[in-house]
């Protein structure tokens, strides 16, 4: 089998023991069978319950730890994670699943084959019923928004994005759709202005707060949000649409 850059994977089967190493993918695993999970980052937070082993964070996994826990499998993303830590997962014997999401769409489309493909389950319930709600066309168009993913310096979501696309999916235009970069620096200036209808500003990467992002702005509306909603795929987009949509 091969995983979404086309590399082939190799796996023991029937998978019994994964470690996950994607805050939404951990969620989706844990959906179907949370017992699956022997491993997961620090920041993998939902469910709220999990109890597996932590192996630190998504830029800097614990190679040690995650052979220890002797997994079936691995599962990765090529934006979350590093390919350097790809490749030195691979190169001591594990093997790793990446997932390439860029859209709703192909947020739909890599959770299938995870599942089917990679860990030879039975696709959840909740991913048809998320490809239903997304399927349904905005009811009208919002305004202009951009979404803030970090400060000092400010950096926004911009072009080839699930974020992106799922912003524009709930009726909102998305501002720096055709920016050069996927995530580019901007100026605050660039942000705060008056042709811009909303700035979302969400809790991760950087942790934006009612004191600590809002009070930048002058010229343009903001509005907190979860962080969860707006850049994992998985369970998640159930609640986003209709909370996002508001």
């Not at 100026?187 to 991760?204: G, H, N, Q, S």
Request: net charge negative; proline share 6%; charged share 25%.
């Amino acid at each position: 089998m091969c995983d979404d850059l086309g590399v082939s994977v190799v796996a023991t089967r029937p998978v019994r023991r994964v470690v996950s190493l994607v805050p939404s993918l951990t969620e989706a695993i844990a959906s179907v069978d949370a017992g699956l999970l022997v491993g997961a980052t620090d920041w993998c937070t939902h469910p709220a319950d999990l109890d597996v082993a932590r192996v630190r964070g998504t830029k800097n996994p614990d190679i040690r730890a995650i052979l220890d826990l002797a997994p079936d499998l691995v599962v990765a993303n090529q934006e979350e994670n590093r390919e350097l830590d790809v490749r030195r997962l691979r190169e001591v014997g594990l093997p790793v699943w990446v997932t390439r999401i860029e859209t709703v769409d192909g947020a739909f489309a890599s959770m299938r084959r995870l599942f089917s493909e990679a860990l030879g389950r039975d696709v959840p319930g909740w991913l048809a019923e998320a490809e239903r709600l997304w399927a349904e066309p905005a009811q009208s168009v919002r305004g202009r928004v951009a979404v803030a993913i970090w400060r000092d310096p400010w950096m926004v979501v911009g072009r080839d994005t699930f974020t992106g696309d799922l912003v524009s999916r709930v009726g909102w235009e998305h501002a720096y759709a055709d920016a050069d970069d996927r995530y580019p620096h901007v100026a605050l200036a660039d942000l705060d202005r008056a042709d811009l209808d909303l700035v979302l500003l969400p809790d991760e990467p950087y942790v934006f707060t009612a004191e600590d992002g809002p009070e930048s702005f002058t010229k343009v509306r903001t509005a907190l949000v979860s962080g969860r909603l707006l850049t994992w795929y998985g369970p998640s987009l159930l609640e986003a649409r209709a909370l996002l949509g508001r």
